[in-house]
């Protein structure tokens, strides 16, 4: 019987805005040709136990939380990466930081022997260029725009965002052929979720008809979340205030002390693993930049932004601010706080921008580009016709 080609989705924690794509991305595709072909999920950096890999994928972390409690230094490490380059900046990533633990990356990569490598994360499209041979590579950008990192060489990139698109296409390397616009990838559950707030709130156990807020900020509660939560649950309006403090655990445990005034609901959460169910059940979304902002998106819900922690997250934000138009920017929390009670006190001036939102909605899902990885893969494996 003939060797089915192998195709391996390794995933990678920088922060959960690489692994959710990375799970719809898998979860579709397998779906669809997940009988055509092995489709391997690898938790790639923790699943053999080897401690420099362990480390390696950790340093990821703490870079974000890094660059949330000091933007300057994440606006730094971006601005190295384009001073360098594609090539350096990923050398230096990898093997000037970490050589061993670059070595025993490229080795598992070798004994996963994959076919084709799809991810959603820099690192193994790295990796997997220095197998011998060289697996079919294919990665989606989840940010707006590329970084160098995401530049690379690759066989295929996949980016979301018509600015970034555009931009790419202007590199040499980059041309219709090997780089195309997909719609965003959006975990799947998504589209399971009633579009009635009122249905979903009434699910979670919250009040139906209080202007409700979404606080977050990404998975590490890292920024204005607790003077803004603090701020908000002491006003005299019919509120419902949804704090998500992720892995911040002493966040929670102090928010939990927290008294609200007698108006408002206030629901802090630590790692809500409902996260989507929250978002539907929102009027707004308040939190830093990042792609937080398209699940709020998908819903319906404008979205004020409280800060960015580098230039990535910047670019996210101007594509919700300028091509979308669902998004606002209020970097003090005092501001922020006065523009949420004008939009709970005011349909009128919320409605503009929760129409930009529903507009956008038919961007969102992962079908676009499993179907489009899928024509790459024939096309390098013609038997599979």
């Known amino acids: 019987m003939e060797k089915k080609i192998r195709v391996l989705f390794p995933y990678v924690e920088a922060g959960f805005g690489h692994i959710m794509p990375q799970r719809s991305l898998e979860e579709t595709f397998r779906k669809k040709y997940g009988e055509k072909v092995e ?6 950096f923790t699943e053999t136990g080897d401690r420099h890999l362990i480390s390696y994928e950790q340093m990821f972390s703490k870079q974000v939380r890094l660059y949330n409690r000091a933007p300057a230094v994440g606006y730094f490490a971006m601005g190295c990466c384009e001073l360098f380059g594609s090539r350096l900046s990923s050398f230096a ?16 990569m070798r004994d996963l022997a994959p076919d084709v490598v799809i991810n959603t994360h820099w690192a193994p499209n790295y990796y997997a260029a220095r197998l011998d041979p060289k697996p079919l590579t294919i990665m989606y950008c989840p940010d707006a725009q590329l970084n160098k990192l995401f530049e690379y060489p690759c066989d295929l990139l996949l980016i979301s965002m018509p600015k970034g698109y555009e931009k790419g296409l202007k590199r040499k390397r980059l041309t219709p052929e090997n780089f195309k616009q997909v719609s965003f990838l959006i975990r799947n559950e998504a589209f399971a979720i009633p579009s009635d707030k009122k249905q979903v709130r009434r699910g979670l156990g919250l009040p139906e008809d209080n202007f409700t807020v979404l606080l977050v900020e990404g998975a590490y509660g890292i920024g204005k979340i607790e003077v803004m939560t603090k701020l908000l649950i002491k006003e005299d309006l019919p509120l419902t205030v949804i704090s998500v ?38 009027d707004v979304f308040c939190g830093k930049s990042g792609n937080m902002l398209a699940e709020a998106t998908f819903f319906g819900n404008p979205s004020v932004v409280t800060h960015f922690a580098n230039q990535i997250e910047r670019n996210i934000a101007d594509h919700y601010f300028n091509t979308v138009g ?27 921008y929760r129409s930009a939102a529903l507009a956008y909605h038919g961007n969102f899902g992962s079908e676009e580009a499993a179907d489009g990885i899928w024509e790459k893969i024939v096309k390098r494996f013609p038997s599979l016709r």
């Open 245 to 282: 403090c992720g892995k911040n655990e002493k966040l929670y445990e102090r928010m939990l002390a927290f008294k609200p005034s007698d108006r408002v609901t206030f629901k802090p959460f630590a790692f809500a693993d409902n996260m989507l169910e929250l978002h539907a059940a929102s």
């Open 326 to 352: 669902c998004a606002l920017k209020r970097f003090d929390a005092e501001e922020a706080v006065d523009l949420i009670k004008t939009f709970a006190l005011d349909p009128g001036a919320i409605a503009p």
């Open 93 to 108: 990533s990898m093997r000037l930081v970490a050589p061993v633990a670059c070595d025993r990356a490229i080795k598992h």
């Open 39 to 44: 489709v391997v999920s690898s938790r790639f």
